[in-house]
């Protein structure tokens, strides 16, 4: 069910602080999202209580009356999902609820680390794949960079998730 125990690295922040967790497509950033929420202790549903049913609400009538099943899971636990599949009011209201700490985890592709300033206590990298193509040297700063932002934070980790047979890859390519 966790196999790269991401609960227990997830955990060590959440809630107090904010995480992101970088995965290689968009459809592992909704699975990712979705487990950890299974894991979660179900008093995490009680954090930030009137602030996420709020956003549900606004998601609801951004969408017509209709919220990804995903996130109407999700929300109530403080994660969500954050990838190219959600439009433009979504992403923005997706990304103002977790600066203002409604949320605390967004699971996300690579495309958050690139011009939107949002910043995390802990960022782990899932994989150190995008899709199926090893992470350069850019994309790999540009995803751990989100972690401790000057004057935001005094302190920020990152986090590499490897298999065995990825660890001499990604040694090597640095």
């Known amino acids: 069910m966790d196999p790269d125990q991401l609960m227990g690295l997830v955990t060590e922040v959440i809630p107090e602080h904010s995480c992101l967790v970088f995965c290689p497509t968009k459809k592992n950033c909704e699975n990712v999202a979705t487990n950890l929420c299974r ?12 602030a996420r049913r709020a956003l549900y609400t606004t998601l609801m009538h951004e969408g017509n009356g209709q919220v990804c099943p995903v996130l109407r899971y999700t929300i109530q636990y403080g994660v ?27 699971a996300c592709t690579s495309t958050l680390a690139a011009g939107v300033n949002l910043p995390a206590k802990r960022v782990i990298l ?43 890859k990604v040694t090597t390519s640095t």
């Open 80 to 106: 969500a999902y954050h990838h190219s599949g959600l439009t433009m009011d979504e992403r923005k209201l997706i990304e103002e609820a977790y600066s203002a700490g409604t949320l605390c985890l967004l």
């Open 39 to 50: 894991l979660l202790p179900k008093e995490m549903r009680q954090v930030q209580l009137q």
């Open 126 to 168: 899932r994989s150190p794949y995008i899709g199926n193509r090893l992470l350069t040297r850019s994309q790999y700063k540009q995803m751990v960079g989100r972690a401790g932002r000057a004057g935001l934070d005094t302190s920020g980790e990152s986090i590499l998730v490897t298999q065995a047979a990825d660890r001499e």
